[in-house]
T-cell receptor, first 116, second 111 residues
Framework: GAGVSQSPSNKVTEKGKDVELRCDPISGHTALYWYRQSLGQGLEFLIYFQGNSAPDKSGLPSDRFSAERTGGSVSTLTIQRTQQEDSAVYLC??????????????FGPGTRLTVL | KNEVEQSPQNLTAQEGEFITINCSYSVGISALHWLQQHPGGGIVSLFMLSSGKKKHGRLIATINIQEKHSSLHITASHPRDSAVYICAVIKGETSGSRLTFGEGTQLTVNP
């Protein structure tokens, strides 16, 4: 079956421009996560969606970052007024059993964002 | 100090060797993941553990909740095992299953 997909796979943008990154989770997965991996650094949590609940935005690094999940499926991560430090690989993951039910997370291939 | 620490950071082995990667954490957790990231960036979940031991093929993962420590073992290592191995925990007090990651261990297996 189809896994988690992300688009675009690569995005090069100029400083100050807005970008949108898309994630299509595995069908039926109710939990969706965005993570970021900056060059030479580890992975960090950005935001978590679970069903119709309010998202956990505690990992978003600034108010230039926002995300939405429409219809409980596709999610879009938006970065406004991009900065060079936003350059990273943005990874999406989905899970069918969130919360303390300890669901395994399935990762997408990531979007490599380069801000010039 | 990171909440999740891995050792070693880099590991080079010869094909066929037994490999151990360690993960220690300083927070209460509800589960621990071992992830594999190949060149090109794709991440695959290898194991999710909350107690004891799991085995899949040549891979074995163990966890000691009391000692806050987990190990990933690879038996009969092969060059295709070369990748970054990442330990990640689900902290006990967080909502959802968001992961807190270690820095990763770069494994290179030479033929």
């Amino acid at each position: 079956g189809a896994g988690v997909s992300q688009s675009p796979s690569n995005k090069v943008t100029e400083k100050g421009k807005d970008v949108e990154l898309r994630c299509d989770p595995i069908s039926g997965h109710t939990a969706l996560y965005w993570y970021r991996q900056s060059l030479g650094q580890g992975l960090e949590f950005l935001i978590y969606f679970q069903g119709n609940s309010a998202p956990d935005k505690s990992g978003l690094p600034s108010d230039r970052f926002s995300a939405e999940r429409t219809g409980g499926s596709v999610s879009t991560l938006t970065i406004q007024r991009t900065q060079q430090e936003d350059s990273a690989v943005y990874l999406c993951a989905s899970s069918s059993r969130p919360g303390r039910a300890l669901g395994e997370q399935f990762f997408g291939p990531g979007t490599r964002l380069t801000v010039l | 100090k990171n909440e999740v620490e891995q050792s070693p950071q880099n590991l080079t082995a010869q094909e066929g060797e037994f490999i151990t990667i360690n993960c220690s954490y300083s927070v209460g957790i509800s589960a621990l993941h071992w992830l594999q990231q190949h060149p090109g960036g794709g991440i695959v979940s290898l194991f999710m553990l909350s107690s004891g031991k799991k085995k899949h093929g040549r891979l074995i993962a163990t966890i000691n909740i009391q000692e806050k420590h987990s190990s990933l073992h690879i038996t009969a290592s092969h060059p295709r095992d070369s990748a970054v191995y990442i330990c990640a925990v689900i902290k006990g007090e967080t909502s959802g299953s968001r992961l807190t990651f270690g820095e990763g261990t770069q494994l290179t297996v030479n033929p």
